[in-house]
């Protein structure tokens, strides 16, 4: 018996083969169905996934990815692996879920996920019972890489930035209005490009101006999304992704400020899915 698990972001997807009391790690582009349908989601896997795990054919499959929180995308995505592995049971939940389940376990919390977009929810210790609304990059993901990387495009293309931070810009990025603009609107995966400027941030952290991008891109979260639950001001509140692990300063400071318990920072929940589903 083995158990292929699979965490996916809008970017990358981390898989986990588990045979015979070993595991196996896999990274891929992400597996969202936002972005690739199921004949290209299939493609991917085979393309991607199936030349790393050689020969071996899971028993069951425990998908976890952003997108599939209506049925339609979650039915999408399942039709994809059975087309890649139609012996296994597959099944596909959420990236809200796997992080808590990554994060709690089996314990209560509230569950924060910040990478290229951003997710929040209260986890009671199987599933996700109560979630904030997640508009995707055009209408929300406060505090993510998308949300953080459009603050640091606007004060560039405005001219917010001083004349440091503009040529700090130019220097690292070597690009202009007119191509930043071609690639938001009329190339494929703009979060995913948008969402890469946030990198600017993590390499000129000090500068008052950066430091001010960060904490009012996490402040509008916190406000309009952890501050949504009740449950926030009673149990631990955990964070996941590649944005929060960059940035956990800033977050535990925020914690403090609003005297929440914090919980785990992980840049990924794979070793506690892996713990969840090997005590199942």
């Given at each position: 018996?083995?158990?292929l698990?699979?965490?996916?972001?809008?970017?990358?997807?981390?898989?986990?083969?588990?045979?015979?009391?070993?595991?196996?790690?896999?990274?891929t582009?992400?597996?969202?169905?936002?972005?690739?349908?199921?004949?290209?989601?299939?493609?991917?896997?085979?393309?991607?996934?199936?030349?790393?795990?050689?020969?071996?054919?899971?028993?069951?499959i425990?998908?976890?990815?952003?997108?599939?929180?209506?049925?339609?995308?979650?039915?999408?995505?399942?039709?994809?692996?059975?087309?890649?592995?139609?012996?296994?049971?597959?099944?596909?939940?959420n990236?809200?879920?796997?992080?808590?389940?990554g994060?709690?376990?089996?314990?209560?919390?509230?569950?924060?996920?910040?990478?290229?977009?951003?997710?929040?929810?209260?986890?009671?210790?199987?599933?996700?019972?109560?979630?904030?609304?997640?508009?995707?990059?055009?209408l929300?993901?406060?505090?993510?890489?998308?949300?953080?990387?459009r603050m640091?495009?606007?004060?560039y293309?405005?001219?917010?930035?001083d004349?440091?931070l503009?040529?700090?810009?130019?220097?690292?990025?070597?690009?202009?209005?007119?191509?930043?603009?071609?690639?938001?609107?009329?190339?494929p995966?703009?979060?995913?490009?948008?969402?890469?400027?946030a990198?600017?941030?993590?390499?000129?952290?000090?500068h008052?101006?950066?430091?001010?991008?960060?904490?009012?891109?996490?402040?509008?979260?916190f406000?309009?999304h952890?501050?949504?639950?009740?449950e926030?001001?009673?149990?631990?509140?955990?964070?996941?992704?590649?944005?929060?692990?960059?940035?956990?300063?800033?977050?535990?400071?925020?914690?403090?400020t609003?005297?929440?318990?914090?919980?785990?920072i992980?840049?990924?929940?794979?070793?506690g899915?892996?713990a969840?589903h090997?005590?199942?």
């Amino acid at each position: 018996m083995s158990i292929l698990i699979a965490d996916s972001g809008s970017t990358k997807c981390e898989w986990c083969l588990l045979q015979q009391g070993k595991k196996k790690i896999i990274e891929t582009q992400g597996a969202s169905p936002y972005f690739l349908n199921e004949t290209q989601l299939a493609e991917m896997m085979e393309r991607e996934l199936l030349p790393s795990l050689k020969k071996a054919q899971p028993s069951d499959i425990f998908f976890y990815g952003t997108g599939c929180t209506a049925a339609s995308t979650k039915a999408q995505v399942k039709r994809a692996l059975k087309r890649v592995f139609p012996q296994a049971k597959a099944e596909v939940e959420n990236d809200l879920t796997g992080a808590g389940r990554g994060v709690c376990g089996k314990n209560k919390g509230i569950v924060a996920i910040l990478g290229t977009g951003s997710n929040s929810g209260y986890y009671d210790g199987r599933n996700i019972t109560k979630n904030s609304p997640g508009l995707g990059y055009v209408l929300g993901d406060e505090g993510s890489g998308a949300y953080l990387g459009r603050m640091v495009l606007q004060h560039y293309l405005y001219k917010t930035f001083d004349e440091d931070l503009s040529s700090r810009f130019d220097h690292q990025y070597h690009t202009d209005a007119d191509e930043i603009l071609d690639h938001v609107y009329k190339k494929p995966l703009p979060n995913r490009y948008i969402a890469s400027y946030a990198m600017f941030l993590a390499k000129n952290r000090g500068h008052y101006m950066i430091e001010n991008i960060i904490e009012d891109g996490f402040q509008d979260f916190f406000f309009n999304h952890l501050c949504k639950y009740p449950e926030t001001w009673k149990l631990p509140v955990h964070f996941v992704g590649s944005v929060a692990y960059g940035f956990q300063d800033i977050l535990k400071e925020l914690c403090n400020t609003y005297k929440w318990e914090l919980g785990k920072i992980l840049r990924k929940p794979m070793d506690g899915l892996i713990a969840y589903h090997n005590t199942r």
